[in-house]
């Protein structure tokens, strides 16, 4: 195991409680996902072993999901084996098109405006808003750079033009927590661009080293990206540090996805054998970024 691997391992086990559901989600999410969604738990243990983190632990974090709706269990002899349930899939499907895919690049020049007036249970549909991408103007006002859904709640929804970029870019600051999002991607980039520059000065990383530090990259970017409402280039601070972020993140995760899904191909079980070939889709992930290090 490389010093650099050690090291973000370090930094992982330093934040405390260790989210062991958290880590599990995301290897199916990034690895099992892909291959067919099913995995054995003892091809699980041997990853997590790796991320230091014991079979008790995990047991128990799965026992946790399974009970949660997010997973399901099954057995085939004395051998146990696991995915997500439509419930997990649905929400990490979500997540796939916000963590890999190129985020929007343009902007109509107008805003969606929720008026949340005359509604039952407020709250809900307030954290329902939130998660599809709109900020907070006020108790009963939330704004997005678009209209996300066709969602439908009692509420008056109507669309607004500024006056100028400068007053929309105002709302936009009023509306989310930039600085507080811009910080998780300035530490991300500090945790991550050693690994970078090892790569550019050539370091070979093993195929475990390789799905480790994959993993542990789409965990923490993930950590980050989805508290951003991944607002249009007009309406950000220039530079914005996510830009940044997703660069460094695409660049490391193309770098080393071959050696990942090697290890993959050698050690991954699921209920009938080795896990299938992921499909064609897979290949677009960060796509735009294939050629960085070449």
């Not at 607004?160 to 530490?187: F, K, N, Q, S």
């Not at 970017?221 to 695409?250: E, F, I, M, N």
Request: include cysteine; hydrophobic fraction near 45%.
């Amino acid at each position: 195991m490389t010093a650099f691997v050690d090291d973000l391992l370090d930094a992982f086990h330093d934040r405390t409680p260790i989210r062991a559901g958290s880590l599990i989600v995301t290897v199916f999410g990034d690895a099992v996902m892909p291959r067919g969604g099913v995995l054995s738990l003892a091809t699980l243990h041997e990853i997590m072993r790796a991320f230091r983190i014991s079979d008790t632990l995990v047991r128990t974090a799965l026992s946790r999901l399974v009970s949660e709706g997010w997973f399901e269990r099954w057995k085939v002899g004395r051998n146990s084996y696991y995915r997500l349930t439509p419930r997990g899939q649905g929400a990490f499907a979500q997540a796939t098109q916000r963590i890999y895919a190129e985020p929007p690049q343009d902007w109509a020049g107008s805003f969606d405006l929720v008026l949340l007036d005359n509604v039952q249970d407020r709250s809900a549909i307030r954290t329902e808003l939130t998660e599809a991408g709109y900020g907070t103007l006020g108790p009963d006002l939330m704004i997005a750079v678009s209209a996300p859904g066709s969602r439908e709640g009692g509420f008056l929804r109507l669309a607004a033009t500024p006056a100028d970029p400068a007053t929309a870019r105002r709302l936009v600051e009023r509306a989310w927590p930039l600085a507080e999002i811009e910080g998780r991607y300035e530490r991300f980039i500090d945790t991550y661009s050693g690994i970078l520059a090892a790569l550019r000065s050539g370091a070979v990383f093993t195929n475990l080293d390789a799905l480790l530090v994959r993993i542990l990259l789409i965990h923490d970017y993930r950590r980050a990206v989805l508290k951003d409402p991944l607002l249009p280039a007009q309406l950000l601070p220039t530079p914005w540090a996510g830009t940044a972020a997703r660069s460094l993140c695409g660049m490391i995760y193309r770098t080393l996805l071959q050696a990942s899904e090697h290890w993959i191909d050698a050690h991954a079980q699921n209920d009938t054998g080795p896990l299938p070939a992921p499909g064609s889709s897979f290949q677009q992930r960060f796509a735009s970024l294939e050629t960085a290090l070449q």
